[in-house]
């Protein structure tokens, strides 16, 4: 299956500071959402946008997507402890399935 | 509050086993999803399912079978556990199909061991 990849593979700041994640991805899209995962638990849905927007913001989450790069990034603005977590996009093509990445392991320290 | 409820958080099996591993959704979603998540390689997708009593394959479906005889409820079956099967596995679901624009709401997670 076309993955893509999540770039880079982990990240470390300090609070305070913004993360940014890239997701790259080979075939067309109908959306692309990121997830967030805590160690050992399921998956949390975080955003969603979709192939004709080019930027959605929720909270402190910034996720843009260029399709005629075929990429999208999320920005974590003034990052927390709490946000330490894997994160990882998920393509949707066409009305099938999911296809998700191998995610940003993201840490930030106190 | 919305959910997906794995029924074990961690599992221990022994090689040879049939395992079931049970997941119910309480959101009337459409569709269902196993997938099993291993280092290095990410979410793969074993089995979902877009209606009761249908079933369609992922990517790794060897080894495995589900079956969806209510709506809410979506059992993944390891036929016969191997150690190559020590993973962790997700449910999800979703109200409709994805590429309407809609995300999968996952489970805890069960985390299998095979010895």
């Known amino acids: 299956s076309q993955q893509g990849e999540e770039d880079p593979q982990a990240l470390s700041i300090q609070e305070g500071e913004n993360a940014t994640m890239n997701c790259s991805y080979k075939?067309?899209?109908?959306?692309l959402q990121w997830y967030r995962q805590n160690s050992g638990r399921g998956l949390v849905h975080l955003i969603l946008?979709?192939?004709?927007?080019r930027e959605k913001h929720s909270g402190r989450l910034r996720v843009t997507l260029d399709t005629s790069k075929k990429s999208s990034s999320l920005l974590i603005t003034a990052s927390r402890a709490a946000d330490t977590a894997s994160y990882f996009c998920?393509?949707?093509?066409?009305?099938?399935?999911?296809?998700f990445g191998k995610g940003t392991m993201l840490l930030v320290s106190p | 509050d919305v959910k997906v409820t794995q029924s074990s958080r961690y599992l221990v099996k022994r090689t040879g086993e049939k395992v079931f591993l049970e997941c119910v959704q309480d959101?009337?979603?459409?569709?269902m999803f196993w997938y099993r998540q291993d280092p290095g390689l990410g979410l793969r997708l074993i089995y979902f399912?877009?209606?009761?009593?249908?079933?369609e394959k992922g990517d790794i479906p060897e080894g495995y079978s589900v079956s969806r005889e209510k709506k809410e409820r979506f059992s993944l079956i390891l036929e016969s556990a191997s150690t190559n099967q020590t993973s962790m596995y997700l449910c999800?679901?979703?109200?409709?199909?994805?590429?309407?624009?809609?995300?999968?709401?996952f489970g805890s997670g069960t985390r299998l061991t095979v010895v």
């Open positions: 999800a679901s979703s109200f409709r199909r994805t590429g309407y624009g809609y995300g999968y709401t």
């Open positions: 075939t067309s899209i109908n959306n």
């Open positions: 946008i979709r192939s004709n927007e």
């Open positions: 998920a393509r949707a093509m066409g009305y099938s399935t999911l296809t």
């Open positions: 959101m009337d979603h459409e569709n």
């Open positions: 399912s877009y209606d009761v009593k249908m079933k």
